[in-house]
């Protein structure tokens, strides 16, 4: 995107994230009762709250939230990304202080206002999701909510129903972007699974098959960034954005399993993309260079990295990968750990973390620089590793 449609874009933006397992099948009814995760839950056993994984995954979250005041985080995906790791993190050792940071971030913002406008608008409501299972508050539910109106209603959409990433913005017409498939998705997913709303899965199921259509490549398996956006230069494979939907897909393959349900055309696109993804990995490092199909010629990267970790440990879980899984997953998480320094105080922050990428030319992804403890790069290492924790 050149420098004049980028600043048209912020300008159009700037003007116009464990509910209740006992949520009714009917999502519309108001009932529900609260509920508070605990480490001796079965989901927290699985994950080892004890293990080496979630001690370090703590420590991290721990400087995070020392360093990172809730009300300077933003209604956006960065944050959202990382609110979504705290609320997981509650999640697998019942530590009160990581809901807490979430709730002060969400009540801030619920009071201030918020909008949800477009795809990046989408991930702070998965934290409100898991916050309305555990109070039953209206003022989370609502938000839950928004976002569902904003998806069904007021998102344009391509001609085959894809959900647009500027959502409502229309100066540019519908178009994809590989990183929606998580922001919005992994709402729908974690709402289906929670409030057993099958249509929220049927959603992100043909969201995924029509984002597939249009961005996956056919020779390589890889995703490319946008579909109907110009500028970009072909047969460029951006890590992190296949990272997003390798963690996406991964969850959903996994709620449908534990439905006793399948989605074979998901689950053929998804596989396909972790065969390439695979493939891919540097051999040294475990870890993914920024451009997948570009080794040497642009650096190696974090966040996808962690990514990559975190959606083949999900599929490894779920059944839908076998245990050849392991070794690509253990590879990415040592490369992860090399990349996690201790600060003056000897707290650990993640380095290595690709800056904010937008679809454009090859030159472009190498021109990005690489900045350290970025909220959306923090998250996914914490999702990793709570994810690894206990996987065997």
Not at 36 to 60: G, K, V, Y
Not at 111 to 118: K, L, Q, S
Not at 287 to 309: I, K
Request: hydrophobic share 45%; glycine share 8%; charged share 20%.
């Amino acid at each position: 995107m050149n420098i004049v449609r980028r600043a048209a874009v912020l300008a159009i933006l700037t003007a116009s994230f464990v509910a209740c397992s006992n949520e009714p099948a009917d999502p519309a009814s108001p009932t529900c009762t609260p509920s508070t995760p605990s480490s001796t839950d079965a989901f927290a056993r699985a994950h080892a709250p004890d293990s080496p994984e979630i001690a370090l995954a703590r420590a991290i979250a721990d400087r995070w939230l020392a360093v990172h005041p809730p009300e300077k985080a933003a209604w956006d995906w960065g944050d959202g990304v990382q609110l979504g790791a705290l609320m997981e993190l509650h999640r697998v050792t019942g530590e009160p202080r990581y809901r807490d940071h979430v709730k002060r971030f969400l009540d801030a913002q619920i009071a201030a206002g918020y909008e949800i406008v477009t795809s990046d608008r989408c991930p702070p409501v998965l934290s409100a999701l898991a916050l309305y299972g555990q109070t039953c508050d209206a003022k989370y539910r609502k938000v839950v909510d928004d976002m569902q109106r904003y998806l069904e209603v007021d998102a344009l959409r391509t001609d085959d129903g894809g959900i647009n990433h500027f959502g409502t913005v229309r100066v540019f017409g519908a178009s994809l972007w590989i990183d929606s498939l998580y922001m919005f998705g992994q709402v729908l997913i974690r709402r289906g699974e929670a409030w057993n709303d099958a249509p929220a899965l049927d959603l992100y199921g043909s969201q995924y098959r029509v984002f597939a259509k249009h961005l996956q490549d056919a020779a390589t398996g890889f995703f490319v960034h946008a579909y109907h956006w110009s500028g970009q230069d072909p047969n460029v494979f951006w890590a992190r954005g296949n990272g997003w939907v390798v963690a996406s897909a991964a969850d959903y393959l996994r709620v449908r399993a534990a439905r006793g349900e399948s989605d074979a055309e998901v689950r053929t696109s998804f596989l396909r993309l972790v065969q390439a993804v695979v493939a891919a990995q540097d051999p040294k490092t475990g870890l993914f260079w920024t451009v997948l199909n570009r080794p040497g010629e642009t650096y190696l990267e974090t966040s996808a990295t962690a990514l990559f970790a975190l959606g083949l440990a999900r599929a490894r879980r779920a059944g839908v990968l076998d245990a050849t899984a392991l070794d690509p997953v253990n590879r990415a998480m040592d490369g992860v750990r090399s990349r996690i320094v201790n600060d003056s105080a000897g707290r650990p922050v993640v380095t290595g973390i690709s800056g904010p990428t937008t679809a454009g030319s090859f030159k472009r992804y190498a021109a990005v620089p690489l900045e350290d403890d970025v909220h959306y790069g923090v998250g996914a290492v914490i999702l990793a590793l709570i994810e690894v924790a206990g996987l065997t």
